[in-house]
């Protein structure tokens, strides 16, 4: 069901860019829930309990409620 806009990590409460680039969609360092980011991996012993990864499509839904 569409909503009238395109759903990218930019739009998702869940995604943060750490990188402060409006044009970054989660290919580097952001910090997304679904997918640790290399920053996290890279210091977290466990990412994977923090950031879940998840097979996710163009867009991963976590916005929904």
Same mark, same amino acid.
């Given at each position: =069901?569409?909503?009238?806009?395109? *759903?990218?990590?930019?739009?998702?409460?869940?995604?943060?860019? &750490? =990188?402060?680039?409006?044009?970054?969609?989660?290919? &580097?360092?952001?910090?997304?829930?679904?997918? $640790?980011?290399?920053?996290?991996?890279?210091?977290?012993?466990? $990412?994977?309990? &923090?950031?879940?990864?998840?097979? &996710?499509? #163009? #867009?991963?839904?976590?916005? *929904?409620?």
């Amino acid at each position: =069901m569409s909503d009238g806009y395109t *759903k990218t990590c930019m739009t998702c409460r869940y995604f943060h860019d &750490a =990188m402060g680039d409006p044009n970054y969609e989660g290919e &580097a360092d952001g910090d997304c829930r679904r997918l $640790p980011s290399r920053t996290t991996a890279g210091v977290d012993g466990d $990412p994977v309990s &923090a950031f879940p990864v998840v097979d &996710a499509s #163009w #867009w991963c839904g976590e916005h *929904k409620e």
